[in-house]
């Protein structure tokens, strides 16, 4: 009869590979980040830039260091897993580098200094799309200030990225006493004289009536 002949053979099975990336991460003004993606149960994993600009410290890490991602930009990672000759599965993450608003404070006085006719000066900070005052101001854009401290305004954007910025009110309670001196000693035109030059004292700027 025939002859039957028993064959065998073997090889390696290998698992197929999965990746996980890890959530999508945005920071303010800060260009450094931490991966953190998933270990592999099975096989190797690698991280890569598919997009923008980004160094990766150590690119077989899941938890990697990655700088250089500039402010106001992002940057999108795959994380490859491979195991032997398995198809390679991939999962990317953006890094998002979000820039600090710029808090601006203005007020309708043109100065910081509570005067004397003024017993409050109104401010108004700009740069962001929510506000918060310390000392009781209130968390709106405009607030109103009626004693010499310094004022701080947090603004946050859109992002929840914050900057501060501070107006210091000083006060000047005290009126100046107004004096009036001519060069003759006397407030009366006499006949020997047609005019008389008077001076004011005691303040910084001076405004006379009837077109002086």
């Known amino acids: 009869g025939a002859t039957k002949e028993n064959v065998s053979a073997s090889g390696t099975v290998y698992n197929t590979p999965s990746s996980a990336a890890g959530s999508d991460i945005a920071q303010c003004a800060t ?30 890490s899941n938890t990697s260091a990655v700088t250089g991602v500039s402010a106001g930009t992002s940057a999108t990672l795959r994380w ?48 962001g799309s929510s506000y918060s005052w310390d000392n009781s101001l209130g968390s709106n854009a405009s607030a109103t200030i009626s004693s010499a401290n310094t004022y701080t305004v947090t603004v946050t954007d859109g992002n929840s990225c914050t900057d501060t910025e501070s107006i210091t009110v000083t006060s000047n309670t005290t009126a100046p006493t107004a004096g009036i001196t001519n060069n003759t000693g006397t407030t009366v035109i006499t006949c020997a004289t047609t005019s008389i030059s008077v001076t004011a004292t005691g303040g910084i700027s001076y405004s006379w009536d009837n077109s002086l």
Do not use: Q, R, Y
Request: net charge negative; hydrophobic share 30%.
């Open 31 to 60: 260009s450094s980040f931490t991966m953190a993606a998933t270990s592999p149960s099975f096989g190797t994993g690698a991280w890569s830039v598919t997009s923008g600009s980004a160094n990766i410290s150590t690119s077989s």
């Open 80 to 127: 490859t897993v491979s195991n032997g000759t398995c198809t390679a599965a991939t999962d990317d993450v953006v890094l998002t580098n979000n820039s600090n608003p710029t808090a601006v404070i203005t007020n309708n006085t043109g100065s910081t200094e509570l005067t004397c006719a003024t017993t409050s000066i109104s401010v108004t900070a700009s740069g």
